[in-house]
């Protein structure tokens, strides 16, 4: 089987939608509240609302069903990325004060901030959670064990990449090249990297087709980020 030819994007989505929601379900009566606002947040409360890309977890589940042929093994792995991406953009609201996410209001706007920042902690605790049913899936401890050093480079990545957005606009001098590769390169391309470095460690245990995945990863995530920013100059 080849992603390309034989994979069904929206069977893709759908899968890693039902993983998700699998694990953000209610716990109990006391709690309903965050769980309700974290699927609002993801757009899966049930009104239709704005979901994202997710383009993270259908790179990441790409790359495994190339290598391994099918996806649904990969799902918590799928699961897990698109959480940490969302923790991420929870705090993000916050720290730029944007009352408005895919066109409709931010958790903060209506919940405040205390209850936005402890459910975006939320979100990133239960995105390490959803890492754990790749053991109940069968993949060794230490596979998930490198599974989960990984996710958390990343995200020590991404906090760091923001750290420098914030600093250097803070400063409001122009940002040198290098540092704006250094930038996104935490904040962007580390994430999508990851994905799909994720995807593949999963399906193989050949560390120079690990490395080649990573790579691409690395290279699609500063593209991806560059694009992004030229449109928000001069796009339309």
């Excluded at 509240?33 to 890309?53: Q, T, W």
């Excluded at 589940?61 to 792995?77: E, F, V």
């Excluded at 890492?131 to 480079?153: I, N």
């Amino acid at each position: 089987m080849t992603a390309t030819d034989e994979l069904d994007l929206n069977l893709l989505l759908a899968d890693t939608e039902a993983e998700i929601l699998r694990v953000v379900a209610d716990r109990d009566a006391s709690t309903v509240g965050v769980y309700e606002m974290i699927r609002y947040h993801l757009g899966l409360d049930g009104s239709a609302g704005p979901r994202g890309k997710r383009m993270r977890p259908l790179l990441g589940l790409l790359a495994y069903a190339s290598i391994a042929g099918d996806h649904h093994a990969a799902l918590p792995g799928a699961a897990a990325v698109e959480l940490g991406h969302n923790f991420s953009l929870v705090h993000d609201d916050i720290e730029d004060g944007d009352v408005e996410r895919r066109h409709r209001a931010t958790l903060w706007a209506i919940h405040g901030v205390p209850q936005a920042i402890n459910t975006g902690d939320l979100i990133f605790s239960l995105s390490r959670v959803a890492l754990h049913r790749l053991t109940d899936l069968g993949f060794s401890d230490a596979k998930v064990l490198r599974l989960m050093r990984l996710y958390d480079e990343t995200c020590v990545a991404l906090c760091e990449g923001q750290y420098i957005d914030i600093a250097t606009s803070a400063q409001g001098e122009p940002m040198t090249v290098e540092l704006y590769f250094d930038m996104i390169g935490r904040k962007t391309a580390a994430l999508i990297s990851a994905s799909i470095e994720a995807g593949a460690l999963l399906a193989t245990d050949d560390e120079e087709v690990i490395s080649r995945y990573r790579r691409f990863g690395w290279s699609l995530g500063l593209a991806f980020q560059l694009n992004d920013d030229l449109l928000g100059i001069w796009g339309v």
